[in-house]
T-cell receptor
Framework: DGGITQSPKYLFRKEGQNVTLSCEQN?????MYWYRQDPGQGLRLIYY?????DFQKGDIAEGYSVSREKKESFPLTVTSAQKNPTAFYLC?????WGVGTQYFGPGTRLLVL | AQKVTQAQTEISVVEKEDVTLDCVYE???????LFWYKQPPSGELVFLIR??????QNEISGRYSWNFQKSTSSFNFTITASQVVDSAVYFC???????????FGKGTRLHILP
């Protein structure tokens, strides 16, 4: 089945710890995206990547880092510099420029212990 | 600046009623795309429709229909004969043709009561 997978479904972070959220897609999409969703708010863009080995900051990149070493994978690291990491994180992929539609994974809920 | 406004934070209707979710957008660009996504309780965003700025034809898909009016910068979504399974948060979104980013509204939480 083609689609986007995210793991884990739930993730717990201790104070001062870095954690990595996984996102994999087999849709052969060039572009991938990370969003953060807080209660009562829409989605806010953290980072996005239009091509392998390249990525750009979104609107709320501080305290996060990403890599794009493979077309299929776009992991997100929530660093200890992110002071309020509790949120629902959604990964998306799309064909990129000029096409527009983004398709989303099931999400990872991050909680701070 | 670009913006998407979904003024209805939460709506409750009884099953089988029709319901319309409002979406108003702001942009000075002439080429753009509009979207609706559904987020059921499971959390995953499900793509429903994409409309480009040059196509003002209304669209119907089963019980779902969309009304795009450039004159009022609106892209409203109607569910006819609502069902309990339609209960979800619905997001309207805007993407400019010159940009790779999608701007989301804050969503409308829809409750369909049995």
């Amino acid at each position: 089945d083609g689609g986007i997978t995210q793991s884990p479904k739930y993730l717990f972070r201790k104070e001062g710890q870095n954690v990595t959220l996984s996102c994999e897609q087999n849709l052969n999409h060039d572009a991938m995206y990370w969003y953060r969703q807080d209660p009562g708010q829409g989605l806010r863009l953290i980072y996005y990547s239009q091509i392998v080995n390249d990525f750009q900051k979104g609107d709320i990149a501080e305290g996060y880092s990403v890599s794009r070493e493979k077309k299929e994978s776009f992991p997100l690291t929530v660093t200890s510099a992110q002071k309020n990491p509790t949120a629902f994180y959604l990964c998306a992929s799309g064909a990129g420029w000029g096409v527009g539609t983004q398709y989303f994974g099931p999400g990872t809920r991050l909680l701070v212990l | 600046a670009q913006k998407v406004t979904q003024a209805q934070t939460e709506i409750s209707v009884v099953e089988k009623e029709d319901v319309t979710l409002d979406c108003v957008y702001e942009t000075r660009d002439t080429t753009y795309y509009l979207f609706w996504y559904k987020q059921p309780p499971s959390g995953e965003l499900v793509f429903l429709i994409r409309r480009n700025s040059f196509d003002e034809q209304n669209e119907i898909s089963g019980r779902y229909s969309w009304n795009f009016q450039k004159s009022t910068s609106s892209f409203n979504f109607t569910i006819t004969a609502s069902q309990v399974v339609d209960s979800a948060v619905y997001f309207c979104a805007l993407r400019l043709n010159r940009d790779d980013k999608i701007i989301f509204g804050k969503g409308t939480r829809l409750h369909i009561l049995p």
